[in-house]
């Protein structure tokens, strides 16, 4: 063990606010816990790294009620603490922003935020008082600062806010509406989703809340952990290996002891990044457009290329890729894909020609939980790999196939008939991308193929997109990292307000800097408010 997790427990004759002994957790014959024990101190934030699978999310389970410990005990508030569900657990003051997002899209954002507690808001147990409702929501909204209208439909707000919308809901709702006065609040991946205007709400939130109870927060982005956390546990195959000090720790340390190994120095595998030929285009782009969303687009991906775009989350640049992909068709324009005739595609045309499409949202577009890991990955492939010249269905090499991809991409504790919804994020992600690795794309639209990911199975991803490339495969990757855009392009489009607003190369020998991107992906100067030096984060000024 590490001599970091040596690092005793701060004296305190303060009773924490929760308190961990011998958590214990099987399904099946795997130990996804393993007699783990920690305590959260009063007013603190605590964060939990750790590899995907390594047992994050199934302690936030026992936690917050959805599953009971095998073995040990809770304490919160120096109190027994056994929920026996969610609600329970909500009543006594423990919430949970949920690594997937748990809001009902089709109703107004006062009703998911006081999901729950409508209780409160009825009159003679039948009427609900509406304006009450919607002014106990605003409430929460203006605490939490941030801009929104509870009236309007949840789903009309794009994927950042609607997390804003959880994160608030989660923060706050408990002491405003249950009378909890020391909140313990369950963050998972909270900010995987956030453009960087409504992180800069979240962390203020965060600091608000340390002030009154604690948060427990599980993050992939180590630098983040870093700069918010009191005290950092990491877990590591259902054990706490290490308690560290972040004022004494650093990523490389914390990579080290999630994944058993240090983080590459190549992290990004930049030195396999090859000079691209000027060969014929895979994929040639001529003004497309979609009203509302982006227009007058165009742009080539060539054999072996990976072509980068950034923007801010209202770009336009992950519409962008479902277009592409036929998902949702473009209004004018065309796509040429593998030298075809100049056409709008559509999804089935698209998969047919070799075009792979990974969507940033996992678990609404990318999969169907509740079925099977080889369900999932034969789920593009049922009309040729799969399905006989008289329509059977080739059961055999559907198991094989799964079998195979998860032995090749280490994808933890799946078995072909293994539930997707039993795997962690970073695993499921990895069942998406297999999906399309067994018909030999051609062509990859990925959009955010890392987000809630750990380090180590980011690093797998990028040697994945490398290979790719060495075998001509060409990808066009949308990502709101940074890092990620930069380490693994060969060229960088930035989007703005739906079109393409400069081209930016990235040669292995000279990156841009994070710096030059952001300040093409804001608006300039001269818009109230928006200015480009305003809108770069302090980490990069």
Not at 184 to 213: C, H, M, N, W, Y
Not at 485 to 493: K, Q
Request: charged fraction near 25%.
């Amino acid at each position: 063990m590490s001599p970091h997790s040596q690092i005793p427990p701060a004296p305190t004759s303060v009773t924490p606010l929760f308190k961990a002994h011998g958590l214990t957790k099987s399904f099946g014959p795997n130990v996804i816990l393993d007699g783990v024990e920690f305590e959260v101190p009063r007013k603190a934030i605590v964060t939990f790294v750790g590899e995907n699978g390594a047992g994050k999310s199934t302690l936030f389970n026992l936690l917050s009620g959805i599953v009971a410990p095998d073995a040990g005990s809770m304490r919160l508030n120096g109190r027994d603490y056994r929920p026996h569900g969610y609600g329970e657990a909500l009543r006594l003051g423990v919430s949970r922003v949920f690594q997937e997002q748990s809001l009902v899209g089709n109703v107004p954002v006062y009703e998911n935020l006081l999901l729950g507690y409508e209780g409160r808001f009825t009159h003679a147990g039948q009427w609900l008082d509406r304006r009450a409702m919607i002014a106990a929501a605003e409430g929460i909204i203006e605490a939490a600062g941030i801009d929104v209208d509870v009236r309007r439909r949840t789903a009309d707000y794009d994927f950042s806010k609607r997390q804003s919308i959880e994160i608030a809901r989660a923060c706050l709702a408990t002491s405003h509406l249950g009378g909890i006065v020391e909140p313990f609040v369950l963050l998972d991946e909270p900010t995987s989703a956030l453009d960087r205007r409504d992180e800069d709400a979240f962390f203020k939130l965060v600091t608000r809340i340390k002030g009154q109870g604690s948060l427990l927060f599980v993050s992939h982005r180590l630098t983040e952990v870093l700069a918010i956390s009191d005290l950092i546990y990491v877990l590591k195959d259902g054990q706490l290996v290490a308690r560290l000090d972040p004022a004494t720790t650093d990523e490389k340390t914390l990579h080290g002891l999630m994944v058993g190994r240090e983080r590459a120095a190549d992290y990004y595998h930049e030195r396999r990044q090859r000079p691209v030929t000027d060969g014929p285009a895979l994929l040639g782009v001529r003004k497309l457009g979609r009203s509302g969303h982006f227009a007058d687009v165009t742009l080539e991906v060539r054999p072996g290329e990976v072509v980068g775009i950034g923007g801010l989350l209202d770009s336009g640049k992950s519409a962008l890729g479902k277009a592409l992909a036929g998902v949702e068709p473009a209004e004018h324009g065309t796509v040429s894909f593998v030298s075809g005739p100049p056409e709008i595609p559509d999804i089935r045309s698209q998969v047919r020609k070799g075009l792979g499409y990974v969507p940033a949202e996992r678990l609404t577009e990318g999969m169907i939980p509740a079925f099977s890991v080889a369900w999932n990955i034969s789920l593009a492939s049922g009309a040729d790999l799969f399905a006989g010249p008289l329509g059977w269905w080739r059961r055999r090499r559907e198991l094989a196939t799964a079998a195979r991809y998860a032995k090749e991409m280490s994808i933890r504790s799946a078995t072909p008939a293994q539930r997707c919804a039993r795997l962690s994020g970073g695993n499921q992600q990895k069942v998406v991308l297999a999906r399309w690795l067994c018909r030999q794309p051609k062509l990859l639209v990925l959009d955010n193929p890392t987000r809630g990911v750990d380090a180590g199975a980011k690093e797998e991803i990028y040697r994945l997109i490398r290979d790719l490339t060495d075998q001509g495969v060409g990808v066009l990757l949308i990502t709101d990292e940074l890092l990620e855009l930069i380490g693994l392009s060969d060229r960088i489009l930035i989007m703005q307000r739906g079109s393409i607003v400069t081209e930016v190369a990235a040669p292995p020998d000279a990156k841009p800097t994070e710096r030059e991107l952001v300040t093409f992906m804001l608006p300039r100067s001269g818009t109230p408010g928006r200015s480009a030096v305003h809108q770069i984060p302090e980490t990069l000024q």
